[in-house]
Each structure stands twice: as C-alpha cells, then as structure tokens.
C-alpha cells in the first residue's frame, strides 16, 4: 500500500495503457483522461473504456469477454531506496515506484494476482436505447453526484428492473 501514491500525485506523468507492453498498440493515457488509475487495498486499480473503431481493441475485448484474456501487468522503475528486501533475500516490498504503463497482458503475466476484465455497456446501451458511450457518461456522472437527464434516469431504472425501452410505459401520456 502506498507504493503508487506519488506517482498518481504527478499529473504530468502520462502513463499509458497498452496490450502486452507494446507501445504501439496504445488503449489509454493518463494525459488525455482515458486512463484513471487509483490506489486501493490491493495495489492499483486502473480503468479505461477500450477505444472504438481499432482493431485491436475490438479483438481484446471479444477475447476478454469469453474470459480468455483476464491478467494485467505494470511497467515501472524503482527509484532509489523505493524497495526493500528481507533478511534472507527471497522477499522484495515495493515502497515507492516510478509507473510508466499499465498493460493487458494475453500471455503470463510476472504478478499472476493481477485481474483483467471488461464491464459491459453493450447490453444496458442496448435495453436503454443510448448508445454506449451515452450510457457511460450517464452512469460517470451518477457516480460523482451530479444530476442527469431525468428521461436517461427513467431509462436505466427501468433496464435496471429489466424492462426494454419499447415496454416502458409512456408517462407524459398518463398525465403522471
């Protein structure tokens, strides 16, 4: 705990997400608010929607969604007296490290407690009648308190309690 705290204090660091370390096959960054990253209980927690329209990213998330892909991996440098070891060497705790990538990983990852998966908008989207970005953006504005459309608000309780738009019931015309 506490290892990636001065790193995600440092705005201008621009950690990136990508595909098996390879900067060439990007999904993220920090610096363009596509990649949030927190610390929790168990190390650091990353999310980030994976970006339309790039082949890649539409291969990753069919293969994360069949449960085939499901491991993360880091890039990251140790400044000096960030780690310490035990007594007889066979245990290394991380106090402080530099993070320059986060990755989904399809082979084996090096810290195999690390968890890769996507939460899917596809199916909300589809029941509400938004497109998934706007079921995002509703769902990330509920999340920091802000208000929301109330007829994007009765389309998601109403998919929440499994109705589909074309059965929700047209209240305006009720008088209610």
Avoid: C
């Avoid at 990253?37 to 168990?42: A, F, I, K, L, Q």
């Avoid at 082949?55 to 880091?74: E, H, P």
Wanted: aromatic share 4%; net charge negative; charged share 30%.
């Amino acid at each position: 705990p506490g290892a990636f705290a001065k790193t995600l204090r440092n705005k201008r660091r621009d950690v990136r997400a990508y595909v098996n370390h390879d900067s060439s096959m990007v999904l993220a960054s920090s610096r363009s608010g596509t990649l949030q990253m927190s610390e929790d209980d168990r190390g650091l927690r990353v999310e980030f929607d994976l970006p339309e329209g790039v082949t890649y990213a539409s291969d990753l998330r069919a293969l994360m969604t069949a449960g085939i892909v499901d491991k993360m991996s880091f890039g990251f440098t140790i400044p000096r007296k960030g780690d310490e070891w035990s007594d007889d060497g066979t245990r290394r705790e991380l106090r402080e490290v530099v993070l320059h990538e986060v990755s989904v990983v399809t082979g084996h990852p090096a810290y195999t407690a690390t968890a890769a998966a996507v939460r899917s908008l596809d199916g909300l989207a589809e029941r509400t009648g938004m497109a998934v970005e706007e079921v995002s953006q509703t769902l990330d504005a509920l999340a920091d308190g802000e208000d929301i459309d109330p007829d994007k608000a009765d389309a998601l309780i109403a998919a929440i309690k499994g109705q589909t738009k074309q059965e929700q019931p047209d209240l305006s015309l009720l008088g209610l």
